[in-house]
């Protein structure tokens, strides 16, 4: 079945400093993925959607300067917090449609769990 | 704007009861509609989905969801729950000509002896 693959599933960090989150789709080639940030006890917000060879699309609200995408491959998308702060310490996930539309619909990777310190 | 509504943050059920949890969409176009599980620090499974054809959809773990246009609503159940099925369930909705999955608010399931 189509898996997405992401990694650090932890990271714990300094404020200040950077931290990259890799998203990859392991046997299919993901045009589009999703960004996701979980808050504890809460729903997932959509941070943006990154587009294969093409700039990032951000929801309303999210700091494209803060939260850097790159989907530069058909198979890997990052996400790299910059100048992290406690407050971004947060669980996020990624998640591709795979194409064509199967069964499987949208699949998720099993999260990063981001502790900034 | 399209939504999503999770009736009940928690659930809690006995072992071997029916499980139910609720939700409905609000779309002037019927969307696909989909439920999926999270365990603790892990990322989403896909229970079922509905996209078109039959209305009641069996999905992994022996659960089901019936597509109501009428109620606009997509609830899940299982007949008999299991300690197992302890976790978050999410309720989501995609629209025709979009590309992005909205979410319910999420409804953590209790299962106890």
């Known amino acids: 079945g189509a898996v997405v693959s992401q990694h650090p599933s932890r990271v714990i960090c300094k404020s200040g400093t950077s931290v990259k989150i890799e998203c990859r789709s392991l046997?299919?080639?993901?045009?589009?993925m999703f960004w996701y940030r979980q808050f504890p006890k809460k729903s997932l917000m959509l941070m943006a959607t990154?587009?294969?060879?093409?700039?990032?699309?951000?929801e309303q609200g999210v700091e494209k300067d803060k939260f850097l995408i790159n989907h530069a491959s058909l198979t890997l998308s990052t996400l790299t917090v910059t100048s992290a702060h406690p407050e971004d310490s947060s669980f996020y996930i990624c998640?591709?449609?795979?194409?064509?539309?199967?069964?499987?619909?949208?699949?998720f990777g099993s999260g990063t769990r981001l502790t900034v310190v | 704007a399209q939504s999503v509504t999770q009736l009940g943050s928690h659930v809690s059920v006995s072992e071997g009861a029916l499980v139910l949890l609720r939700c409905n969409y609000s779309s002037s176009v019927p969307p696909y509609l989909f439920w999926y599980v999270q365990y603790p620090n892990q990322g989403l499974q896909l229970l079922l989905k509905?996209?078109?054809?039959?209305?009641l959809v069996k999905g992994i773990n022996g659960f089901e969801a019936e597509f109501k246009k009428s109620e606009t609503s997509f609830h899940l159940t299982k007949p008999s729950a299991h300690m197992s099925d302890a976790a978050e369930y999410f309720c989501a909705a995609l629209s025709g000509g979009y590309n992005k999955l909205i979410f319910g608010a999420g409804t953590r399931l209790a299962v106890h002896p």
């Open positions: 998640s591709a449609r795979v194409q064509p539309d199967t069964n499987y619909g949208y699949t």
């Open positions: 990154s587009n294969e060879g093409s700039k990032a699309t951000y």
């Open positions: 509905y996209t078109t054809g039959a209305t």
């Open positions: 046997d299919f080639q993901a045009t589009t």
